[in-house]
């Protein structure tokens, strides 16, 4: 019997994590042992020699290794946060191109802050992009080796260029 309802797959544009395009780029494998799900596109922070973590308001630049890669082949329960789950490895892009949440508007060619927040004003969404180093919660560390490829108007999705070298 033949299908006559049809199916159909509805992708959006863009999803943080997801990589832009065929350049050629490079990832590494991370277990996450943080004991919560780490968002996919985010920026990572290395953790000893073989995992990750959250940015924290005390994350410097060179502990960053990359942004937290998005997965198809990984089921993600309904309702539950989409991302690395604990004590599961992860791909994390080290170089190459890659979609990334940010906190306000952006200028291709712009420099990259990473959100970290401070001790007395936690950023709500840590790990993400921003156009400038601001202050409080919403302070933010360059990262040496990424720039936005995209303009944008207000906070959304981005793409980033990086080379980290993880």
Do not use: C
Request: aromatic share 4%.
């Amino acid at each position: 019997m033949p299908i006559t309802g049809g199916y159909t797959l509805n992708h959006g544009d863009r999803y943080a994590g997801m990589v832009v395009d065929s350049q050629v780029n490079n990832s590494v494998s991370k277990l996450n042992k943080t004991g919560s799900v780490i968002p996919f596109g985010r920026f990572v922070v290395r953790d000893g020699e073989d995992a990750i973590k959250e940015v924290t308001h005390v994350t410097v630049a060179g502990d960053i290794v990359g942004v937290l890669r998005r997965e198809l082949n990984r089921a993600q329960a309904d309702g539950a946060d989409s991302g690395a789950p604990d004590d599961r490895d992860a791909s994390v892009l080290t170089v190459g191109t890659i979609y990334v949440e940010t906190l306000g508007a952006v200028t291709a060619g712009g420099a990259v802050y990473v959100v970290t927040g401070t001790s007395d004003n936690p950023a709500a969404k840590t790990g993400i992009a921003s156009a400038a180093a601001g202050t409080t919660s919403a302070t933010a560390i360059a990262l040496s080796g990424a720039k936005f490829l995209e303009t944008t108007t207000g906070a959304g999705i981005a793409a980033v260029s990086l080379v980290i070298g993880g």
